[in-house]
């Protein structure tokens, strides 16, 4: 059995991919920030699928909260195998607008966070010379999104982070790998009008927006076996709008 940590596991992709990796018979810890009744009807759901679940609460943009999470989560299960950087924020305005608070917010959220997650678990995971490792960007960390400048900033550095991140670790027996979804069908949407989300399908190849859990296979083939010679790569279940 392969135990995970999902931070930011409460809600959207975090919470399908935590329902994917109990398909497939994996224990998960599910990290949430607010969502507290969310993460823990989720473990309950988890439970009854037949893997051991957990909830933990912390604020991944807290690097102290991040390491007393990792500390927890290696307290309650017998190994930790998987550790997926799903926590992000969104924030849709001109760069002009973009103040020094959401500025921080979405770095603080999306890179420290990410930062602060692989640093608490890659002690353990080097010390067992085993352990992998999924990122999430976005395709505006690939192209870039007009009014979305810092939050494609955020995402562009998760891409260079896990490509260095692998090359330093790879050695270590450890893979890293990054997931790029074009619109996902997530509360993240949630301000987009039913004629935005329309006008998105239409640009996208495939005709249509995603949906929560085909993200959530594509981060469970990152994190099995099927991908043991992956690393260093960038995954973007996209319905072909960024090719
Ligand atoms: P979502 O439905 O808004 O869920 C966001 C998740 O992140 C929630 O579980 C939330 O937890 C958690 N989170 C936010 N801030 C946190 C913090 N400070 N500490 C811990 N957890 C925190 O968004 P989603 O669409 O599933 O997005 C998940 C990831 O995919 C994000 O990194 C996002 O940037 C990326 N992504 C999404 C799309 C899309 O179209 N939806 C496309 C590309 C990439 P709480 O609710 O408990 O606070």
């Known amino acids: 059995m392969k135990y995970a940590l999902i931070a930011g596991g409460s809600r959207g992709i975090g919470a399908a991919t935590a329902v994917e990796f109990a398909r497939r018979g994996w224990g998960v810890a599910v990290n949430y920030h607010r969502s507290q009744r969310e993460a823990h009807s989720l473990v309950e759901q988890l439970r009854g699928m037949g893997v051991p679940a957990l909830a933990v609460q912390a604020d991944v943009s807290d690097r102290g909260a991040v390491m007393d999470m990792v500390e927890y989560v290696l307290g309650q ?66 192209v870039g999104g007009s009014c979305e400048v810092a939050y494609s900033a955020t995402k562009g550095a998760v891409i260079g982070y896990t490509k260095a991140l692998a090359k330093e670790v790879g050695p270590s027996g450890i893979r890293v790998n990054c997931v790029a979804p074009g619109v996902i069908d997530t509360e993240m949407n949630g301000a987009l009008t039913g004629e935005d989300l329309a006008a998105l399908a239409e640009e996208t190849p495939l005709g249509r927006i995603g949906q929560p859990e085909e993200v959530a296979r594509t981060i469970a083939f990152l994190a099995s076996e099927a991908s043991s010679f992956l690393t260093g790569q960038v995954l973007a279940p996209n319905g072909g709008l960024v090719i």
């Open 77 to 142: 299960f017998p190994q930790l195998d998987i550790l997926v950087c799903n926590a992000g924020v969104a924030d849709v305005d001109l760069v002009t607008h973009m103040d020094e608070t959401r500025w921080r917010r979405l770095f603080g959220v999306n890179v420290d966070g990410m930062h602060y997650c692989v640093q608490g678990v890659l002690p353990y995971m080097i010390g067992r010379k085993q352990g992998c490792i999924v990122t999430m960007s976005s395709m505006w960390g690939q």
